[in-house]
């Protein structure tokens, strides 16, 4: 009964990567960007993940598709003078020869293909990952946190509270860099040609 | 032939990952290449998430009604098959209580939160830099950058 709604999902996901792939237009894109994320986020429920499964929806799908809009907004490739842009200027020019790019992906996609025969089979109660730590995480949260439901919030804001704090840093630090490189500044010599440049697309 | 099935879904995510992998290497427009990055980190999220799963397992989320206290309602609500289960592998992820559970592995969906959240910050970061490129060169095409660097 799963298969049928597992398999749907799966065959458009693989069909929204090529897709992405293959199409020119960037702001078609970002969208198929974003039905990707979607459709990840769908097959991560299904596969007893729902905190994954909002997560991605809510940053992959959505605060990713937003700052990608905002950036393409920002980087037309042509300037008008009228300052309307049309769809054209979202293109992206058509590559080269893509022979090389597809050996090299097919050869690594084979590697990697040949490294899975060796991986645990999908669901097995005892392949390495499920059968350490013993005893599990699940078994240990419920006393330690005195009741608390949900083990992977458990984990992640106790067990694993540093790693989470060094994250919130890591945000922090990312939001900096992004700040300081949009900075206009004022005093540079070549303001007067970037700041042309910004301001016929403010 | 279950020998095969039992991978689909690493080859599956492997045809993802390649695909994203392709968009990086072989298009040469900025925003493309960070779009390819982000197919390839989903992709991954998605291996590690597959790796999680257990076969009739449901999301590790305790029942709330049994406290650490109510060992003595055994597998009270769970099906044979589940019973079954339990008592082949004795040390899978469990509940703590002895209703006969099998819940999926909670590591891998805590490791890839911290990964999105990591990912949308390094995503931010490279979209800031596209901006400022663009800012500086006029373009957004990674061979005619490296023009106008060899030409300068």
């Given at each position: 009964?799963?298969?049928?709604?597992?398999?749907?999902?799966?065959?458009?996901?693989?069909?929204?990567?090529?897709?992405?792939?293959?199409?020119?237009?960037?702001?078609?894109?970002?969208?198929?960007?974003?039905?990707?994320?979607?459709?990840?986020?769908?097959?991560?429920?299904?596969?007893?993940?729902?905190?994954?499964?909002?997560?991605?929806?809510?940053?992959?799908?959505?605060?990713?598709?937003?700052?990608?809009?905002?950036?393409?907004?920002?980087?037309?490739?042509?300037?008008?003078?009228?300052?309307?842009?049309?769809?054209?200027?979202?293109?992206?020019?058509?590559?080269?020869?893509?022979?090389?790019?597809?050996?090299?992906?097919?050869?690594?996609?084979?590697?990697?293909?040949?490294?899975?025969?060796?991986?645990?089979?999908?669901?097995?109660?005892?392949?390495?990952?499920?059968?350490?730590?013993?005893?599990?995480?699940?078994?240990?949260?419920?006393?330690?946190?005195?009741?608390?439901?949900?083990?992977?919030?458990?984990?992640?804001?106790?067990?694993?509270?540093?790693?989470?704090?060094?994250?919130?840093?890591?945000?922090?630090?990312?939001?900096?860099?992004?700040?300081?490189i949009?900075?206009?500044?004022?005093?540079?010599?070549?303001?007067?040609?970037?700041?042309?440049?910004?301001?016929?697309?403010? | 032939?279950?020998?095969i099935?039992?991978?689909?879904?690493?080859?599956?995510?492997?045809?993802?990952?390649?695909?994203?992998?392709?968009?990086?290497?072989?298009?040469?427009?900025?925003?493309k290449?960070?779009?390819g990055?982000?197919?390839?980190?989903?992709?991954?999220?998605?291996?590690?998430?597959?790796?999680?799963?257990?076969?009739?397992?449901?999301?590790?989320?305790?029942?709330?009604?049994?406290?650490?206290?109510?060992h003595?309602?055994?597998?009270?609500g769970?099906?044979?098959?589940?019973?079954?289960?339990?008592?082949?592998?004795?040390?899978?992820?469990?509940?703590?209580?002895?209703?006969?559970?099998?819940?999926?592995?909670?590591?891998?969906?805590?490791?890839?939160?911290?990964a999105?959240?990591?990912?949308?910050?390094?995503?931010?970061?490279?979209?800031?830099?596209?901006?400022?490129?663009?800012?500086?060169?006029?373009?957004?095409?990674?061979?005619?950058?490296?023009?106008?660097?060899?030409?300068?």
């Open positions: 009964m799963m298969d049928f709604i597992v398999i749907p999902i799966l065959a458009l996901l693989a069909a929204t990567a090529v897709t992405v792939a293959r199409i020119r237009n960037l702001w078609a894109a970002v969208m198929f960007t974003g039905i990707y994320s979607f459709l990840s986020a769908s097959w991560m429920l299904i596969l007893d993940a729902p905190d994954v499964a909002f997560t991605e929806a809510a940053v992959g799908a959505g605060i990713t598709t937003i700052l990608m809009l905002a950036t393409l907004s920002l980087t037309p490739r042509r300037q008008r003078k009228s300052g309307r842009l049309s769809s054209e200027d979202f293109e992206e020019r058509p590559s080269k020869s893509p022979l090389v790019p597809l050996l090299i992906v097919t050869i690594t996609g084979c590697a990697l293909v040949y490294g899975t025969f060796d991986m645990p089979h999908f669901g097995d109660p005892n392949a390495p990952i499920q059968v350490y730590p013993n005893p599990s995480f699940v078994e240990k949260s419920q006393p330690d946190m005195h009741g608390l439901p949900n083990v992977v919030t458990a984990v992640l804001a106790s067990y694993r509270g540093y790693d989470t704090l060094g994250e919130t840093a890591v945000i922090f630090t990312a939001g900096i860099a992004v700040l300081l949009l900075r206009k500044n004022t005093d540079d010599q070549s303001s007067s040609e970037s700041q042309s440049v910004t301001g016929e697309n403010a | 032939m279950t020998e099935l039992g991978l689909y879904n690493y080859w599956i995510v492997i045809f993802l990952m390649m695909t994203g992998f392709y968009i990086v290497i072989a298009r040469e427009n900025l925003i290449t960070i779009i990055l982000n197919i390839f980190q989903t992709s991954v999220f998605l291996l590690y998430i597959t790796m999680g799963k257990v076969t009739h397992g449901t999301a590790p989320i305790l029942k709330a009604s049994h406290g650490g206290e109510s003595g309602v055994e597998g009270h769970a099906d044979h098959g589940h019973e079954l289960h339990v008592a082949a592998e004795g040390h899978v992820d469990l509940g703590v209580d002895a209703v006969k559970e099998v819940y999926s592995n909670p590591i891998p969906s805590v490791l890839m939160l911290t999105i959240v990591v990912g949308i910050a390094t995503t931010a970061l490279a979209l800031a830099l596209v901006v400022r490129i663009r800012e500086e060169y006029g373009t957004i095409e990674e061979d005619e950058i490296l023009e106008m660097d060899r030409n300068s």
